[in-house]
């Protein structure tokens, strides 16, 4: 694991995985149905791109850039279009979301299972209800307290809103 936690060993690795059965996979297209080569793109890249790809939340831009890179290249195999053709009608017809918004989406459902009580309670311990001293417009507002941690740079790191240029 890297000091930082930016997964960049992680994410090394799995764009080498994936562009190896991407490759395998272009390679079969042209026999494949686009039905079948969702099938095989499903098993060998898309579920290794959400596999707990919750932690990813906050990583730097760069990292999700080439998960997104990733995600491209398999929708270009699959519906046989070429490198500069727009992407995101793509995107749209197979029904995929970006990896950055699919990131935010797994921690926001996470997120509601722990409020709402479904969540496993290794997870629902960590996060608890903002009570306020004083009554104001917000107190009936579900806001969440931020967990404590123990590393100051690192650790807060999760909980602070990113902005991406």
Same mark, same amino acid.
């Given at each position: ?6 997964? !960049? ?26 039905? =079948? ?13 959400? =596999? ?47 990896? !950055? ?23 629902? !311990? ?40």
């Amino acid at each position: 694991m890297d000091a930082h936690l930016t997964f !960049e060993p992680h994410i090394k690795q799995l764009c080498k995985n994936s562009f190896h059965h991407l490759r395998t996979i272009a390679k079969l297209r042209p026999t494949l149905t686009l039905s =079948d080569a969702e099938k095989l793109v499903h098993a060998f890249v898309s579920s290794r791109l959400d =596999d707990c790809n919750a932690l990813l939340i906050g990583i730097p831009h760069r990292s999700i850039q080439k998960l997104r890179y990733i995600q491209n290249s398999a929708a270009r195999i699959l519906m046989r279009v070429r490198t500069y053709d727009p992407i995101t009608r793509i995107l749209k017809a197979l029904h995929r979301l970006p990896v !950055e918004l699919r990131v935010e989406l797994k921690a926001s459902v996470l997120t509601h299972q722990c409020v709402h009580g479904t969540a496993p309670p290794y997870l629902k !311990e960590l996060l608890t209800p903002h009570t306020s001293l004083r009554t104001t417009r917000s107190s009936n507002s579900n806001f969440l307290k931020p967990p404590r941690t123990k590393l100051r740079a690192l650790g807060d790191r999760a909980f602070t809103r990113h902005h991406r240029p």
